[in-house]
């Protein structure tokens, strides 16, 4: 295979980036992960709280997808994300993060430690952070309540099915210009999947990102999640999640690659007591981008940690048959 496009940009977070990155990584591409850095749910609360750092729960999960280290089964990987379940201070931490907080001490430096991090895992790839600036994502609802940080957006103790008007950082942030760099240089852009407003977005409201991705002559793809989400996009279809994401970027998008597969009934009412659902699919046949309609579910449900507080989506796509599809939109 000719090595047209070496250079593949992916921008999000969280388990979305993570199952992209699997999948990727086993493609002869310049891999860059532009991670968010407005976390402030579980570990990463603590993480911020205690030690006064950025929150790295998105950046490890990069770091892990990336690793070369034996496959899934890998040692080193399964101790970046065990998370531990006794234990005062420390049940609901992983090893992954309070490793990144020590390196960081010894180096002086939460940059730096991500780097070593990287080498310690032996990774394919390079996972940069959208900016080191401390802030904190805001969001203003149809009713004008507005909620200050990510988490209660993600686990709303408000009414999550009121739509989000607008989203913000607070202080503003600054782009890390590693990620400018990667995205001027990059070949393929891909945008999710992921939680629309809380680890997509995030990286679009970073002082320069979104102007980056505008100007860029990369081809851009986005993926389309597999479910809505309470809080966050209750009752998105496709077309919403499209036209959220128009806002921030403008009409820029070559490909959005949209799941076909069903899922299993008993999923699917487990969902539904969430009052989340599949996300329909209305994208016109008439969009200027390319539709890529495609059966990219997996069919492994997770299952998360005992001391994992947060929520965590039930299914996820399959790694390998996305990264397909991905690098068939520019071979």
Same mark, same amino acid.
């Given at each position: 295979? =000719? ?9 999000g977070g969280g388990t979305g980036t993570f199952v992209t990155l699997s999948g990727l ?35 490890? $999960? ?39 907080? @020590?390196? #960081?001490?010894?180096?002086?430096? $939460?940059?730096?430690a991500i780097r070593q991090t990287g080498k310690v895992l032996r990774i394919k790839g ?5 900016s080191f600036t401390d802030t904190n994502l805001f969001a203003k609802y149809e009713n ?27 202080? =503003? ?28 977005? /995030? ?10 991705? =505008?100007?860029?002559? @990369? ?58 659902? /599949? ?15 495609? /059966? ?16 965590? #989506? ?18």
């Open positions: 295979m =000719k090595n047209k496009y070496p250079s593949v940009v992916c921008i990584k086993a493609y002869p591409y310049a891999l860059r992960a532009i991670v968010t850095m407005s976390d402030s749910g579980g570990s990463n609360k603590r993480i911020r709280d205690e030690f006064g750092l950025l929150p790295t729960s998105d950046v490890r $999960q990069c770091l892990i997808a990336l690793s070369e280290e034996g496959g899934r089964k890998g040692l080193l990987r399964k101790l970046f994300m065990y998370r531990f379940e006794k234990g005062n201070g420390l049940s609901g931490m992983t090893f992954g993060n309070l490793f990144m907080a @020590a390196l #960081s001490d010894i180096l002086g430096s $939460q940059e730096e390079t996972v940069i952070p959208v004008g309540h507005v909620v200050s940080e990510e988490h209660f957006i993600d686990e709303p103790l408000h009414d999550g099915t009121m739509k989000i008007t607008n989203i913000y950082l607070k202080p =503003k942030a600054q782009a890390n210009p590693e990620a400018l760099e990667a995205i001027k240089n990059a070949h393929l852009i891909v945008l999710g999947p992921g939680d629309l407003y809380t680890s997509l977005l /995030p990286n679009l409201l970073v002082e320069g990102i979104a102007a980056a991705i =505008k100007k860029s002559s @990369a081809k851009k793809v986005y993926i389309m999640n597999l479910m809505t989400k309470f809080g966050q996009t209750y009752n998105f279809t496709a077309q919403d999640h499209v036209k959220t994401l128009e806002k921030y970027i403008g009409k820029c998008l070559d490909s959005v690659i949209v799941n076909t597969k069903e899922y299993p009934e008993d999923v699917l009412k487990k969902y539904k007591s969430m009052k989340e659902s /599949p996300v329909v699919d209305d994208l016109g046949q008439k969009a200027y981008y390319r539709i890529v309609r495609k /059966p990219i579910v997996s069919d492994e449900l997770i299952e998360k940690s005992k001391a994992d507080g947060l929520i965590r #989506s039930l299914i996820r796509h399959d790694s390998e048959k996305l990264a397909k599809e991905i690098i068939a939109t520019i071979e």
